[in-house]
């Protein structure tokens, strides 16, 4: 077995009984307040503070230990003790609390995550503007909006679908946080309608410095895209966010002012993204984001950003606008790669079919993309594939954070399942009901893996079990100070960075975790962002734990990988190969016996011929080499004589007297 993360037991009686305890407390929650009231637009309203519908919220006696401990063994099945499961519960307020520890800028009274400090406070200063506060977008303090926006949207999102999930959990007002956290910073990255701050940071600068947040190096230069040098991406993008979370703020947390600003925000984008010419990807005007976030196009953004403005404001021009850009998209065959925040075009088809459902604009053609899209995904269809484990991987797109792929594949199912579900009612025929099936049975199969259902029997999310992620790659969290002593100092982490996901295994199944293995161990605001939903999901549905109730501290001891195998398949191989080729050539020497056997009767003669002549030189005998060339020579076939029969021999010659009958055997 290898070894345990420190304090190797596992707990859950304890936090659900510390659960149960706040829960039935039922303390009422102060309204979380906007970290800014800065009128992006001349057409926006001041943000106001948001008015959480939730009774309750969840409170804790102390704050999170900065390293957990696990006293309790694990339980013999995962049958939940109560509804909504407790583990979903805190899952779901992890996920959330990931985001406080991204935070930047001046954080607020209310910040959970006490570790981490004030920092980048001067961010947007070389553009005369104030850009502090967002969130970081991974183990670093670079500040990217590609992955922010679609973070929001896919949270946003979650929310929408699976409100009631974040009611059970009492988790609206950490919702509320979390999302206001960020879009307050994208009002201040989009100050105008022209222009749009895309980037703070240097990745050369950063990539160098693995310290404190109290510390990041300087410089920091702000990047933008504006109508006169596009980034028709990522305008489409943040419009999206915008409007995704405008909704959320309309229909579910009841802050129409703060929604109306959003949605102004997200008009004047989505039209930049239109019109400001030429259309292209952000990175030609903003080179130092390929680092990092490349764009690969823009036309999936831009389907992206008007399929969300169409939800939001049934404006049928928006609905045409989205079937447009998918036909372009999909004017070779129909798009079905895998969700990220570089490729939106799967969700596209769900949110296009959800939306227009009951509606004339085109509802048929949206859900048979949407199924087109759910059935590639969840019969793994190539260049997919599922792993021997069960996780949904994609070449070319899980090789760096496998995780987040196959979160997203999840979320795809249960968002298609879901409104499949509600747009049958109680009518629902048995072909539908089979493909909800099947989109959820998916979904849960790569929620099970996440959390612990799989060959490392590991948890891919930090802080919830012994054999979760104990070496994030987060330089806050790890407590180092030097980018060369990455992973033998400090031995422990620091800090514990509850409830991120990591990057996850490779395609094997295998995880080391490694603090310098980014792959692997990376941290990020989009690996959550699609986690969120699943877990209110898993609230307001499940009637089981997570898988890693069950388990027991420590990972299995899983064989070594060599080029894609596990070394005893290559040992079996060895061995076949072997005895193959023995078999081969015992074949062969069957079907050439004779051949074989003339030449050991060839070599035979010429070894005796070597000893005769070495014989004779040791007597002193001159040597016959008429014996030997004539002991070599092949004898002619006798004379044919006639149709081929052979030419009988001489006449015996002619005797002086007759031949006796007793000389006959001598003759």
């Known amino acids: 077995m290898r070894p345990s993360s420190p304090s190797p037991r596992w707990a859950a009686a304890a936090f ?54 696990f006293s309790d063994p694990p339980r013999d099945n995962q049958t939940s003790p109560s509804f909504p499961d407790p583990e979903y519960v805190r899952l779901l307020d992890y996920t959330l609390l990931f985001y406080e520890a991204q935070r930047s800028g001046k954080l607020p009274s209310n910040q959970r995550v006490q570790w981490r400090k004030d920092s980048a406070l001067t961010d947007g200063q070389d553009a005369g503007l104030d850009l502090s506060g967002g969130y970081y977008d991974a183990g670093d303090y670079l500040k990217f909006i590609f992955p922010l926006t679609f973070s929001m949207a896919e949270t946003c999102w979650g929310g929408l679908e699976f409100w009631e999930g974040y009611q059970l959990a009492n988790q609206t007002v950490y919702l509320d946080q979390t999302v206001r956290w960020g879009m307050d910073w994208l009002i201040k990255a989009h100050p105008n309608n022209n222009t749009l701050y895309v980037q703070v940071g240097l990745s050369d600068i950063d990539n160098n410095y693995w310290g404190p947040d109290t510390t990041i190096p300087l410089p920091r230069p702000s990047f933008q895209v504006n109508s006169t040098s596009p980034g028709t991406d990522v305008t489409a993008d943040a419009a999206a966010a915008f409007a995704a979370c405008a909704m959320l703020y309309r229909d579910k947390l009841n802050d129409t002012a703060y929604s109306t600003t959003l949605q102004t925000h997200a008009d004047a984008l989505f039209r930049m993204s239109e019109t400001a010419m030429p259309q292209q990807v952000y990175q030609t005007v903003v080179p130092a984001a390929t680092c990092c976030y490349a764009s690969s196009g823009y036309v999936d953004e831009l389907a992206w950003g008007a399929a969300w403005m169409y939800k939001l404001t049934k404006n049928s021009a928006y609905a045409q606008k989205a079937s447009n850009y998918i036909n372009q998209l999909n004017a070779q065959s129909v798009q079905t790669n895998p969700v990220t925040w570089d490729d939106k075009t799967g969700l596209v088809y769900i949110l296009m079919a959800g939306a227009t459902a009951g509606t004339s604009d085109n509802n048929t053609q949206w859900q048979s993309l949407s199924e087109q899209f759910a059935d590639f995904t969840r019969k793994a269809s190539k260049p997919c594939t599922l792993t021997k484990g069960g996780m949904y991987y994609c070449p070319g797109n899980s090789g760096d954070d496998s995780s987040v792929v196959a979160a997203n594949a999840a979320f795809s199912m249960h968002l298609l399942a879901n409104q499949m579900a509600s747009a049958g009612g109680s009518n629902i025929d048995s072909t539908t009901e089979g493909k909800i099936d099947n989109y959820r049975s998916f979904a849960q199969g790569q929620i099970d ?18 054999n979760s992620p104990i070496n994030p790659h987060s330089a806050s969290a790890s407590g ?58 898993q609230v307001m549905t499940s009637k089981l734990s997570p898988p890693y109730v069950t388990i027991a501290a420590g990972r299995p001891d899983l064989p070594p990988i060599l080029n894609g195998m596990e070394v005893w398949q290559i040992i079996l191989i060895v061995v076949g190969s072997v005895f193959v080729a023995i078999a081969i050539g015992a074949v062969i020497c069957y079907l050439k016996r004779d051949q074989i056997r003339a030449w050991a009767a060839s070599r035979k003669q010429i070894k005796a011929d070597k000893a005769y002549s070495q014989t004779m030189k040791s007597a002193g005998e001159p040597v016959n080499r008429d014996h030997v060339v004539s002991s070599l020579a092949v004898p002619p076939p006798p004379p044919l004589h006639g149709k081929g029969r052979p030419v009988p021999p001489p006449p015996l010659p002619a005797r002086d007297g007759p031949m006796l009958l007793q000389d006959a055997s001598r003759s």
């Open 449 to 466: 893996y996440l959390l612990g259902n799989n060959p490392e029997l590991t948890p891919y999310i930090v802080g919830v079990h012994p």
């Open 16 to 69: 659900i009984a510390l659960l149960s305890t706040a829960l039935a407390q039922s303390i009422s929650p102060s309204s979380p307040s906007s970290t800014t009231t800065t009128t992006a637009l001349p057409t926006t309203t001041t943000a106001t503070a948001a008015t959480a519908t939730a009774t309750s919220t969840l409170s804790w006696s102390q704050p999170l230990p900065l390293n957990p401990t």
């Open 480 to 537: 180092g100070n030097d980018p060369g002593t990455l992973d033998s100092y400090p031995a422990k982490e620091a800090y514990t960075i509850y409830g991120a996901l990591v990057g996850g295994p490779d395609k094997n199944d295998r995880f080391e975790d490694v603090r310098s293995d980014w792959r692997q161990n990376e941290v990020a605001l989009d690996y959550n962002a699609p986690f969120n939903g699943l877990m209110a999901y």
